[in-house]
C-alpha cells in the first residue's frame, strides 16, 4: 500500500534506535573533558589575574616611594631657597648701614679737611677714603657671589670663579659676619 492510503495509527513513526550504552559514555567523556578544560582555562585566568595584581601592588609601591622621595628633595630645596633670602636680605641690610657708616666717614673727612689744611690730615683722609672704598667693594663682591654662587654649581662657572676671586683679594675688609659667609660660599665649591 500507499502511505499516504496508511491511517494515523498505521503510520506511527518507528521508535529511534536505542542509545547503546557505548554512546552514553562518550557523551559521558565529552562531558567531563569539556569541563576539565573549563576548570583549566578558568585556573589560568584567576593565576594571571593574581600576578597582574601582585606587579601591580609592586610597582604602585615603587611609584608612592618615587613620590615621597620627590616631595623631600622639593621641601629641601624650599628651605634652602628661604635661608639664602634671609643671608642676602641681611647682607643687603648690612651693607647699606655700611655705606650709610661710609657717608658719614666722608661728611667727618670734608670737615676734617675744612678745618685742616695740612698734607699729613689729606693722607689720612685719602688713605681712609680707599678703605672705606675697598670695604665697599669687598660687600658688593660678597652680594654678587651669593647671587651667583650656588653650592656645587661652582664647577666650570667661570663668573662665579672670578667673583670669588675677587672677593677673596678683599677678605680682609669683610666683617665676621661677611668673612663667615665667604668661608661658607668657598667650602661650599
Known amino acids: 500500500m500507499n502511505d499516504e492510503n496508511k491511517t494515523p495509527a498505521e503510520q506511527t513513526p518507528e521508535p529511534p534506535p536505542e542509545k547503546t550504552p557505548m554512546e552514553e559514555g562518550r557523551k559521558n567523556a565529552l562531558l567531563r573533558y569539556i569541563a576539565v578544560l573549563f576548570a583549566v582555562a578558568f585556573l589560568f585566568v584567576l593565576l594571571s589575574l ?67 689744611g695740612d698734607a699729613a690730615l689729606e693722607a689720612q683722609v685719602k688713605a681712609a677714603e680707599q678703605t672705606q672704598e675697598k670695604i665697599r667693594q669687598a660687600y658688593e663682591y660678597l652680594l654678587e657671589a651669593m647671587e651667583t654662587v650656588t653650592p656645587g654649581s661652582q664647577e666650570g662657572n667661570v663668573a662665579a670663579g672670578k667673583v670669588l676671586d675677587n672677593l677673596e683679594l678683599l677678605q680682609e675688609y669683610l666683617g665676621e659676619t661677611g668673612t663667615k659667609i665667604f668661608q661658607s660660599l668657598i667650602e661650599g665649591e
Not at 609592586?58 to 633670602?85: C, G, H, P, V, Y
Not at 655700611?98 to 673727612?109: D, S
Open 50 to 116: 593574581m600576578m597582574q595584581m601582585r606587579d601591580s601592588r609592586a610597582t604602585i609601591s615603587e611609584l608612592n616611594a618615587a613620590s615621597a622621595s620627590a616631595l623631600k628633595n622639593a621641601e629641601k630645596l624650599q628651605t634652602d631657597n628661604e635661608e639664602l633670602r634671609t643671608e642676602n636680605a641681611e647682607l643687603k641690610e648690612q651693607l647699606e648701614l655700611l655705606e650709610e657708616e661710609k657717608e658719614q666717614l666722608q661728611k667727618a673727612l670734608e670737615e676734617a679737611k675744612a678745618a685742616h
